[in-house]
C-alpha cells in the first residue's frame, strides 16, 4: 500500500537536494562496522552467520515505515520503541523526534499515516522526587534518545535515552524480555500505558496490578490503522515484573491524564476500569505507575501479548519465555533466522559487499511479515482451527513479488498464509484483502489474494495436502472471489456485478446491489483482470473446462479500458475509465505519475480520487498485464514503439521505484524480445533507489513489497505471479544456492564471466552483463529470457547463467518469448 506514495516521491527529491548536509542517521555507527567486518570476514569462516548481514535500519527513514525491532520470523511481537512524528512502525531515525516508551505490537512496512499498535507501552523514568512528580502523560514522559546509540540486529533492539537508561528488547512469537539498565544510584521507575496506541484510537480498556505476583495485565479495544473505523480490534498483555524473584517492587499505583490538566496518580490502587471509551485517546490517558526497592541497575521485564484475553497473554509469557534469560532468548531467535536466511546462500566473498547487505536485509524482511498470530484469532476468526496471520497488509502490495520469493525456498511457511487466506473464505465469504490489525482492511486493487493462492496452487499442487491446504477449498475461494459481488467491496471481494455486465468497471455506474468507494476504475478493471487470470489458472490445474473459458475470457477484460485514441507524449493508447455506455472518459494519462505538477490531486483511496488509478498514473498502469504482455505490445504498435514508449517511460521519470504497479515494468523488455534492455534497466532501478541507509528504499516497504523486488532484482531474476514461469534477468553475485528443505533440494546458480564492474548503475561498455545462454543441469535452455520453476529450483542441481559483454548479440531471447495468453502461452499448468 502506501497512502503516502506521492508525498514520499517529493520527499526523497527533497532529501536528494539537502545531499550530505543531511546526515540524521541514528543507529550506531558499530551497527555497520560489524556488519562490513562480518562480510569481509565471512571469507574465511567455515559456518556463515548470515543474521549478521542483516542492516534492521534500512527502510527506517525516507518514510520506509521498516520497524528494525525485536522479533522472531512471523512475529506477531515486534518490540519497538515509538517515537513521535510520522512513525507508523513505532521507531525513526530522526534526532529531533521524542521516545515515549517501547511497545510490544507494531507492523513492519505499512503506511498507515498515524501509525499502527504501539499499545501497551512502557517506559523507564528517573523520578528523583518520588512517586507523584513521575512524568506519566504521553507529553511529559516523551525524552530524546542519545545520538547514534541506536542497535538492532535479528531478534535484539536497543535504544538509550539521554538520561542514559539503556532500553533493550528480544522477543519470541507472542512475548518477549525487555531490559533497563539504570544509571548508577538511580530508583528505576516505570510508567506503563492502558490506553495509548500509535493512531490514538482506544475505545475501552481494563488494567489489573497484581503486587504481589508482581503482575500486571491489561488490555481493551482499538480501531483499526488502516480500515473502516466502525470496527475495533482487542489486545491483552501481561507484564511480569519480578524476573523471577530477583527484583522487588516499591510504589505501585495507576493514574490519568489528558493535555489539558489532568494530571493524576493513585499510588497503592491496582484496578482502572474505563471499559467503553467514545472519544478515543490521546486525549485519554491512563495506565500504571510503578518503582523497583534496592536501586537495582537492571530491572528485567517479561512482556506476554495475546489478541485473545489477558489470562492467554500471561501464558504465552510462560510457555514461551518462561525462566529464560535474555541471552538465551536472543540466541533462540537469532537461530529462527539463521534458518530462514540460510535459505538462499550467496557467494558472500565474490559478491559486492553492498549487494551482500540489501540481500541478506530483504531476504529479513521477506520473513519479518505478515504476523503469525495463529491460536489468537479474534471476532470470526475466534477458535479457528486454521493458521491465523495478522497484517496481510495489503495483497496488492504482496502478490507481486513477496509470495513468489517464498515460493522459492518455503513451501511450508507459504502453505500456513495460503490456509488463512482460504480460512478467510470459510469464516466471512470472502479471502481477506488487506486485513490490519485483525480487522478488514481498504481494498486497493481487486481481490489480489487471488494471485497468492493461485501461485501457491500452480507452484505447489502436488504438495497442497501435505501442506495442509486443501485444493478444493482454496478453488472455491477463488471462485467466490470472482463471483460473489459482496454488499461492499471496500474490505474484500470485488464489484464483480457491474464488471461482469460491462466487461470493466465502470465509471458512475449504477449498482444497486453494492456500496464501495466509487473510484479508481481504471487500475481495478486492470487488477480484476489478473485476479481472473489467478482464478483461470487454478481452473485449469483442476479440470474445471467451463470455468477455464469463463475466466480466460474475463482475465482479457483489461482490453476493454484501451482507449486508441489517447495521446500523450507522442505516444498513443492508454487505458482509460469508462462509463458503462461504452464511452471513454478522459484522464491526462501523466495525472498522478511522478510528473504531476497537481500536488493537491487525489490519487489514492479518497472518494475525491478522479484519476481512476490507485496511487498511479495510465502511464504506468498501461503497462499492466503481466499475463498478456504480447497483446499489450500490439495495442502499443508492436515491438519498436513498445521498447520506445518503455524506454521513454523511464526516461522521462514516470517510473515509480516504490510504487507496486511499477515493479515489472523493468523487465518489460523481455517482452520485445530485447532482453539486454531489462538487464541496464534493473542495474538502474536499483542503483537509483535502493543502499544500505535507512533512508535506502524508495518510501514504504510494504511489508516486504520493496524487499523482495530489491531481492528478485539482485538474484537476476523475476517472477510472474499466478504461474510457474520467472524470467532470467543478470545477477548481481557470481553464485547462489536456493535451498529447500521441504522438497529436499538445493539448486546452485552459477554465473559465468561475472563481472562485479557490472554491478553498478550503468553497465560500462565491454563488461559482461548480458545474458548468452542459459544450462540447466547440462542442458541449454529453451530460451535465454525465462525458464520454468519445475525445471530448475523444483528439481535442484545446477543453472548456469553465461554472460556476455556482446550486447547486441545477446539482445534477444534466441528462442521462445516469455509467455502470454494470446500467443498461446499459459496453454497448460506444470
Ligand atoms: C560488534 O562486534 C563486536 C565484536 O564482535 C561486539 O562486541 C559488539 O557488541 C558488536 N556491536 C554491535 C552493535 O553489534
Ligand atoms: C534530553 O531530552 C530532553 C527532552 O526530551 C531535554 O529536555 C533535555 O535537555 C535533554 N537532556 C540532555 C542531557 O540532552
Ligand atoms: C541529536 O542530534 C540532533 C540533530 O543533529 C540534535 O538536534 C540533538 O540535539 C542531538 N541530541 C543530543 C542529545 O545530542
Ligand atoms: C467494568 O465496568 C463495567 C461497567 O462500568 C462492568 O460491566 C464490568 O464488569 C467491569 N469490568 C471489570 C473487569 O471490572
Ligand atoms: C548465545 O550464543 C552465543 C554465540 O553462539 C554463545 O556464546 C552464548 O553462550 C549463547 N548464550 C546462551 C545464553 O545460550
Ligand atoms: C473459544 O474457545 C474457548 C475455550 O473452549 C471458549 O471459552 C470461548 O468462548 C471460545 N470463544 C469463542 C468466541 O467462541
Ligand atoms: C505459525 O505459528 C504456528 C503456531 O505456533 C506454527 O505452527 C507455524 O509453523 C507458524 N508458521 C509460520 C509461517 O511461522
Ligand atoms: C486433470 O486432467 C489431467 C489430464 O487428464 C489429469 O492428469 C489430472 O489428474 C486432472 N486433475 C484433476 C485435479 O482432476
Ligand atoms: C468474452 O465473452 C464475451 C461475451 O461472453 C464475448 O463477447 C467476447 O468476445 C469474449 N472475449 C474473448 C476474448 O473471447
Ligand atoms: C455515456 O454516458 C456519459 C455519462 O453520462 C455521457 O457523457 C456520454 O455522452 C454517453 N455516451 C453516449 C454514447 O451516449
Ligand atoms: C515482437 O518480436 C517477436 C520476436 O521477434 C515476434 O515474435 C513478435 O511477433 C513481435 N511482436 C509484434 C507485435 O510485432
Ligand atoms: C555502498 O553503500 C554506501 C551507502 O549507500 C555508499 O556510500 C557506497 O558508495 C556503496 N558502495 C558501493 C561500492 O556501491
Not at 388 to 413: E, Q
Not at 512 to 539: H, K
Request: proline share 6%; with cysteine.
Amino acid at each position: 500500500m502506501g497512502p503516502s506514495h506521492r508525498h514520499t516521491v517529493l520527499h526523497t527529491f527533497a532529501a536528494f537536494l539537502l545531499g550530505t548536509t543531511l546526515v540524521l542517521s541514528q543507529p550506531s555507527p558499530q551497527v555497520q562496522k560489524n556488519i562490513s567486518a562480518a562480510i569481509q570476514a565471512a571469507a574465511k569462516a567455515k559456518t556463515i552467520d548470515y543474521t549478521a548481514f542483516v542492516n534492521p535500519f534500512i527502510g527506517t527513514d525516507n518514510f520506509g515505515d521498516v520497524c528494525p525491532g525485536a522479533s522472531v520470523p512471523f512475529g506477531m511481537a515486534k518490540f519497538s520503541t515509538d517515537l513521535t512524528g510520522y512513525a507508523p512502525a513505532g521507531y525513526v531515525t530522526d534526532p529531533t523526534q521524542f521516545i515515549r516508551g517501547i511497545s510490544p505490537l507494531h507492523d513492519s512496512g505499512t503506511g498507515a499515516s498515524s501509525g499502527s499498535y504501539g499499545n501497551f507501552e512502557i517506559m523507564p523514568l528517573l523520578c528523583p522526587k518520588g512517586f507523584d512528580t513521575c512524568t506519566t502523560t504521553l507529553l511529559a514522559r516523551e525524552r530524546l534518545r542519545k545520538n547514534n546509540t541506536d542497535l538492532a540486529s535479528p531478534g535484539y533492539f536497543s535504544q538509550t535515552l539521554n538520561n542514559s537508561i539503556q532500553i533493550e528488547a528480544t522477543s519470541t512469537r507472542r512475548a518477549g524480555l525487555e531490559r533497563f539498565t539504570f544509571p548508577k544510584g538511580s530508583k528505576p521507575y516505570f510508567v506503563l500505558d492502558l490506553a495509548n496506541d500509535l493512531p490514538g484510537s482506544f475505545s475501552g480498556g481494563v488494567m489489573d496490578i497484581d503486587p504481589t505476583a508482581g503482575r500486571v495485565t491489561l488490555g481493551g479495544r482499538w480501531e483499526p490503522s488502516f480500515g473502516p473505523g466502525l470496527f475495533t480490534y482487542q489486545a491483552f498483555a501481561c507484564y511480569d515484573l519480578l524476573d523471577n524473584g530477583k527484583q522487588t517492587l516499591d510504589e505501585y499505583g495507576t493514574w490519568t491524564g489528558d493535555t489539558f490538566g489532568l494530571d493524576a496518580k493513585a499510588l497503592g490502587q491496582t484496578h482502572l476500569n474505563l471499559s467503553v471509551n467514545l472519544i478515543g485517546g490521546p486525549p485519554y490517558q491512563s495506565g500504571a505507575l510503578f518503582s523497583y526497592a534496592n536501586e537495582p541497575e537492571q530491572v528485567n521485564i517479561r512482556v506476554g501479548v495475546s489478541f485473545v484475553s489477558a489470562e492467554q497473554a500471561c501464558q504465552n509469557a510462560e510457555t514461551e519465555v518462561g525462566t529464560s534469560s535474555f541471552e538465551d532468548i536472543m540466541n533462540q531467535s537469532k537461530a529462527l533466522w539463521q534458518d530462514k536466511l540460510s535459505r538462499i546462500e550467496l557467494d558472500v566473498p565474490n559478491t559486492p559487499p553492498n549487494v551482500t547487505e540489501m540481500f541478506y536485509s530483504s531476504l529479513y524482511r521477506s520473513f519479518l511479515t505478515p504476523n503469525n498470530a495463529t491460536g489468537e484469532g479474534q471476532g470470526p476468526f475466534a477458535n479457528t482451527t486454521s493458521m491465523y496471520f495478522d497484517s496481510l497488509y495489503c495483497s496488492w502490495d504482496t502478490f507481486r513479488t513477496f509470495y513468489p520469493l517464498m515460493t522459492l525456498t518455503s513451501p511450508t511457511d507459504f502453505a500456513n498464509i495460503v490456509d488463512n487466506y482460504i480460512d478467510g473464505w470459510r469464516k466471512t465469504g470472502w479471502m481477506p484483502e488487506c486485513r490490519s490489525n485483525n480487522l478488514p482492511g481498504w481494498t486497493q486493487g481487486g481481490s489480489d489474494g487471488d494471485n497468492i493462492v493461485s501461485h501457491f496452487a500452480i507452484n505447489y499442487h502436488d504438495e497442497a495436502t501435505e501442506l495442509g491446504v486443501d485444493l478444493n477449498d482454496l478453488y472455491s475461494a477463488l471462485v467466490a472471489d470472482g463471483n460473489v459481488n459482496p454488499p461492499e467491496w471496500n474490505i474484500h471481494g470485488r464489484q464483480v456485478n457491474v464488471y461482469k455486465q460491462s466487461g470493466f468497471v465502470p465509471f458512475a455506474a449504477y449498482d444497486p446491489a453494492s456500496t464501495g468507494r466509487q473510484t479508481r476504475e481504471g487500475s481495478r478493471t486492470l487488477e480484476y483482470a489478473f485476479n481472473d487470470f489467478g482464478i483461470r489458472q487454478v481452473a485449469l490445474l483442476m479440470n474445471k473446462t467451463e470455468d477455464v473459458t469463463t475466466f480466460t475470457n474475463r482475465s482479457l477484460f483489461y482490453r476493454n479500458i484501451w482507449d486508441p485514441d489517447v495521446k500523450s507524449d507522442g505516444f498513443q493508447g492508454f487505458m482509460q475509465k469508462r462509463f458503462a455506455n461504452g464511452t471513454f472518459k478522459f484522464i491526462d494519462p501523466i495525472d498522478c505519475s511522478p510528473l504531476d505538477t497537481d500536488e493537491n490531486r487525489a490519487c489514492s483511496l479518497t472518494d475525491d480520487n478522479e484519476n481512476g488509478f490507485y496511487e498511479s498514473s495510465s502511464w504506468e498502469y498501461s503497462f499492466f498485464a503481466p499475463h498478456d504482455t504480447a497483446h499489450l505490445i500490439q495495442l502499443m504498435g508492436g515491438n519498436d514503439t513498445f521498447v520506445k514508449r518503455l524506454s521513454h517511460y523511464f526516461s522521462a521519470g514516470y517510473y515509480a521505484a516504490g510504487n507496486e504497479p511499477s515493479f515489472q515494468t523493468a523487465v518489460g523488455f523481455h517482452y520485445a524480445d530485447q532482453p539486454t534492455k531489462s538487464v541496464d534497466q534493473v542495474r538502474n532501478v536499483v542503483f537509483s533507489n535502493f543502499d544500505i541507509t535507512p533512508a535506502g528504499l524508495p518510501g514504504n516497504d510494504d511489508q516486504g513489497a520493496m524487499a523482495t523486488v530489491l531481492a528478485f532484482h539482485l538474484l537476476g531474476l523475476y517472477p510472474v505471479p499466478s504461474t510457474s514461469q520467472l524470467l532470467v534477468v543478470s545477477p548481481f553475485t557470481p553464485k547462489y544456492t536456493v535451498h529447500n528443505a521441504f522438497l529436499n533440494v538445493s539448486t546452485t546458480v552459477t554465473v559465468q564471466n561475472f563481472n562485479s564492474k557490472s554491478v553498478q548503475k550503468t553497465i560500462p561498455s565491454g563488461v559482461a552483463a548480458y545474458v548468452k545462454s542459459v544450462t540447466v543441469n547440462g542442458k541449454p535452455t529453451e530460451s535465454r529470457c525465462h525458464f520454468d520453476f519445475y525445471d530448475t529450483f523444483r528439481l535442484g542441481g545446477d543453472i548456469v547463467i553465461e554472460l556476455t559483454d556482446d550486447k547486441n548479440s545477446a539482445n534477444s531471447c534466441a528462442g521462445s518469448l516469455p509467455e502470454s495468453i494470446s500467443t498461446g502461452g499459459f496453454a497448460s499448468t506444470r
